[in-house]
């Protein structure tokens, strides 16, 4: 068991560092985000007309009103003839890496290394094996989650690409260390 707690603790560690690593090194996750232009006159009118920090698709429907038949085409036209787009908005702003985030990282990364735990002790093979058993885990993970964000939200292809360098990157690094602390359950035969 404690092996087990040690493992998980080494994997998030290193998916923490390799995440670090990554964005500060890795040109894909500059290439990601852009500046606004003009920023101070659309920081303005958001400021203006944004009292409440949230994430807002534009342009809205409300799908769960169950709109008619003619609403839903005007919206199709106003999303077909732009802009469209997902903000993430936080009116009284906040720190760039605060404590809180950093803790809430970190703490995620042993959670998720804890679930990769579980499935590395159920694995049989050699060390490589169960290794690339890991890394699997992040390529799966970025196809489940940033594919789907790029594919329906429009989320850019370097944030695309800068994912899967983070996902991939991150559970290998957490396989090396995890698939050495932890052995494969032997089999019992009768």
Known sequence: ???????????????????????????????????????????????????????????????AAKPSAAERQAWQQKLAGGPSGLLIYQPSGGEAMSPRQLVTEFVSNVLAALFGALLLVQLRGGYARRVLSMSAIGIAAWLSISVSQ???????????????????????????????LLKPRRVRTF
């Open 1 to 63: 068991m404690i092996r087990f707690v040690l493992a998980a603790i080494l994997g998030g560690f290193l998916m923490f560092v390799w995440g670090a690593a990554a964005h500060m090194l890795l040109p894909f996750q500059r290439d990601a985000l852009k500046p606004i232009p003009n920023e101070a006159a659309v920081l303005s009118t958001l400021g203006g007309n944004l009292p409440e920090p949230g994430m807002y698709f534009f342009p809205w429907i409300d799908m």
């Open 150 to 180: 790029w594919t329906w939200y429009g989320f850019s292809t370097p944030f695309l690409l800068g994912d899967l360098a983070d996902q991939f990157g991150g559970w290998l690094l957490a396989g090396l260390g995890m698939a050495a």
